[in-house]
């Protein structure tokens, strides 16, 4: 299945022209574990084609590596970063961590 990249660029485009002011791309809603580093590029590249406001660029991902790789392939097209920590932290108390 092949992502869509002028429908993504259509989208952000709509966004930007409604005046949203801000988009998270590859964040919450399953691209972490669906999408490959260079679909995350593309799809993050395609957004920054169709937005001119910020954009957040998720780089969640398996490992330290995988997240400063990801970070570097964001790095020309992002705003900011969005970084959620494991999902097995949130009952962590501070002490245990």
Same mark, same amino acid.
């Given at each position: 299945?092949?992502?869509?990249?002028?429908?993504?660029?259509?989208?952000?485009?709509?966004?930007? $022209?409604? *005046?949203?002011?801000?988009? /998270?791309?590859? &964040?919450?809603? =399953?691209?972490?574990?669906?999408?490959?580093?260079?679909?995350?590029?593309?799809?993050?590249?395609?957004? $920054?084609? *169709?937005?001119?406001?910020? /954009?957040?660029? &998720?780089?969640? =991902?398996t490992c330290?590596?995988?997240?400063?790789?990801?970070?570097?392939?964001?790095?020309?097209?992002?705003?900011?970063?969005?970084?959620?920590?494991?999902?097995?932290?949130?009952?962590?108390?501070?002490?245990?961590?």
């Open positions: 299945m092949a992502l869509n990249h002028g429908a993504n660029a259509a989208l952000a485009s709509f966004l930007d $022209r409604h *005046g949203v002011p801000t988009i /998270i791309v590859n &964040g919450t809603t =399953g691209e972490f574990p669906s999408t490959t580093r260079e679909e995350k590029r593309e799809v993050l590249a395609a957004a $920054r084609d *169709g937005f001119s406001g910020s /954009i957040i660029a &998720g780089i969640s =991902g330290v590596a995988d997240v400063i790789a990801l970070a570097n392939d964001a790095a020309d097209h992002a705003d900011a970063f969005l970084l959620l920590p494991p999902y097995y932290f949130a009952s962590v108390s501070t002490k245990g961590l």
